[in-house]
């Protein structure tokens, strides 16, 4: 009968524990909800993640808009071009989990780039964007080289 009724202690402890496993995810609500924004040629997105339990950990942030573009000819004279969907990227690089398991994050992509077709009229004319319109961007945590987590937020 002891012996039952310490194994059910035992089982009870392990239930009331914190868990410690690796539970990477993005922080919701609040100030710290990842959040982006449109830049011009850009965008940028800060936010939070917590429960980073692996070695090293990754966010990377996605987003496709619809690309401005002016061509420039060879003998120097600019017109509008076609606008041309464009996806962009921003990443943090691969960074050493720290030992609170949380990171607050901030990137910004490169701009946005388009080739010469099918945005002017041949690949002699220089594409040159000069807006693109956000609309949403894909955040995703990598931990240990694995998806953990994954979200969606408007570009405002």
Same mark, same amino acid.
């Given at each position: 009968?002891? +012996?039952?009724?310490?194994?059910?202690? @035992?089982?009870?402890?392990?239930?009331?524990?914190?868990?410690?496993?690796?539970? +990477?995810? #993005?922080?919701?609500?609040?100030?710290?909800?990842?959040?982006?924004?449109?830049? +011009?040629?850009?965008?940028?997105?800060? +936010?939070?993640?917590?429960?980073?339990?692996?070695?090293? #950990?990754?966010?990377?942030?996605? %987003?496709?808009?619809?690309?401005?573009?002016?061509?420039?000819?060879?003998?120097?004279?600019?017109?509008?071009?076609?606008?041309?969907?464009?996806?962009?990227?921003?990443?943090? %690089?691969?960074?050493?989990?720290?030992?609170?398991?949380?990171?607050? #994050? %901030?990137?910004?992509?490169?701009?946005?780039?388009?080739?010469?077709?099918? @945005?002017?009229?041949?690949?002699?004319?220089?594409?040159?964007?000069?807006?693109?319109? #956000?609309?949403?961007?894909?955040?995703?945590?990598?931990?240990?080289?694995?998806?953990?987590?994954?979200?969606?937020?408007?570009?405002?």
């Amino acid at each position: 009968m002891l +012996g039952t009724l310490a194994g059910a202690l @035992a089982v009870a402890a392990l239930a009331a524990a914190p868990a410690y496993a690796d539970n +990477g995810h #993005f922080v919701t609500g609040g100030g710290n909800a990842a959040a982006c924004t449109d830049t +011009g040629t850009r965008f940028e997105c800060a +936010g939070k993640v917590a429960g980073l339990g692996g070695t090293t #950990f990754e966010i990377t942030a996605t %987003a496709t808009g619809t690309a401005k573009v002016e061509c420039v000819n060879p003998a120097g004279i600019r017109v509008k071009g076609q606008d041309t969907e464009v996806e962009v990227t921003a990443t943090s %690089a691969r960074q050493q989990t720290p030992h609170n398991g949380q990171y607050t #994050f %901030a990137l910004t992509s490169k701009p946005a780039a388009v080739p010469a077709v099918p @945005a002017c009229p041949n690949p002699l004319w220089t594409a040159k964007v000069l807006d693109v319109t #956000f609309t949403t961007a894909t955040l995703t945590l990598s931990v240990d080289n694995a998806t953990a987590a994954e979200t969606t937020v408007d570009v405002g």
